[in-house]
């Protein structure tokens, strides 16, 4: 091959290599950005738990007992969708209060009476000459969840005796 297509082989070769080097781009580094205008919206709805209704005659409560009181009664009905199991009473004088157990609970004709003997609440403190209050809540089994409170209020002479009681539904 003549020295002269030798040289125009090369001049071109390297001319080519030099044009595609100059295709070929080096990466630089760069800042990134994320810019998204997403918008997402949500519905929170609460559970509400039913109170227990005040049912059978008023005044919803009552007291028994000869000398002295012995125990006292509630009346009231679980709400819908609610066992009576899930009913729940806090005994409560001044600032002092209990939860109270060993109290036993009948029904006829859909109302519930829970009996309480006065003896349980002594925890709570002396009941003679005052009032004390039973608070009634229904409690959620699955969320622990307490409904609005219904009190049943009872009004104790030093005697030991009980003298009036009225309900209260939950407002």
């Given at each position: 091959m003549p020295r002269r297509v030798t040289r125009l082989l090369v001049a071109v070769?390297?001319?080519?290599l030099v044009?595609?080097?100059?295709?070929?781009?080096?990466p630089q580094p760069v800042d990134a950005q994320w810019r998204d205008q997403e918008v997402a919206t949500a519905?929170?709805?609460?559970?509400?738990?039913?109170?227990?209704?005040?049912?059978?005659?008023?005044?919803?409560c009552s007291w028994a007992g000869l000398v002295t009181t012995t125990s006292i009664s509630l009346q009231w009905s679980p709400p819908a969708g609610y066992a009576s199991t899930t009913v729940q009473f806090v005994a409560q004088k001044g600032t002092n209060s209990q939860l109270v157990t060993g109290a036993t609970t009948t029904v006829a004709g859909g109302v519930y009476t829970t009996t309480i003997p006065i003896s349980i609440l002594n925890a709570i403190g002396s009941l003679?000459?005052?009032?004390?209050?039973?608070?009634?809540?229904?409690?959620?089994?699955q969320t622990g969840?307490?409904?609005?409170?219904?009190?049943?209020?009872?009004?104790?002479?030093?005697?030991?005796?009980v003298t009036s009681c009225s309900a209260t539904a939950a407002g």
């Open positions: 070769t390297l001319t080519s044009a595609v080097g100059g295709l070929i781009a080096v519905t929170l709805q609460a559970k509400t738990i039913p109170p227990v209704t005040l049912a059978g005659t008023s005044p919803f003679l000459g005052g009032s004390f209050v039973i608070h009634v809540t229904v409690v959620d089994p969840w307490s409904s609005k409170v219904v009190d049943y209020t009872y009004v104790m002479t030093l005697a030991g005796i």
